[in-house]
């Protein structure tokens, strides 16, 4: 027996369509879940990048351009946002090479590495 999925919203009882919601709280509330879906993604990746310098400290950026050119990301981030495109946006962003800067800039390498 198929059950039906009701909205999160407080009060309504429509049935949710996509990410818990009905149509109208899903567009109601689209800002909020997209800079939800950006915080996760840059947690993820802030989780990837100190992994990689964790396991390969002396050659990460090199780690990290393999990885980027493989077809298991490309798998990876369709399977995380749905579709390609949204890849290039992420990346796309103005300030996408200052943040990356910034990040290297502020790693901190244990002295056990």
Do not use: Q
């Not at 915080?39 to 310098?53: D, F, G, H, P």
């Not at 077809?71 to 369709?78: S, V, Y």
């Not at 800067?101 to 002295?111: A, C, N, Y």
Request: charged share 40%; aromatic share 10%; proline share 3%.
């Amino acid at each position: 027996m198929a059950r039906i999925k009701i909205c999160k919203e407080d009060g309504c009882h429509n049935s949710a369509t996509t990410a818990g919601f009905c149509r109208l709280h899903y567009l109601k509330n689209w800002k909020k879940i997209k800079s939800a879906e950006k915080r996760r993604a840059a947690k993820n990746l802030n989780a990837y990048i100190e992994s990689v310098c964790r396991k390969h400290p002396e050659r990460y950026m090199e780690v990290i351009k393999k990885d980027i050119r493989s077809p298991r990301f490309d798998k990876f981030i369709e399977e995380t946002f749905g579709y390609e495109d949204e890849a290039e946006d992420i990346f796309d962003e103005p300030t996408y090479e200052e943040e990356v800067e910034k990040l290297i800039r502020e790693l901190k390498l244990e002295k056990e590495f």
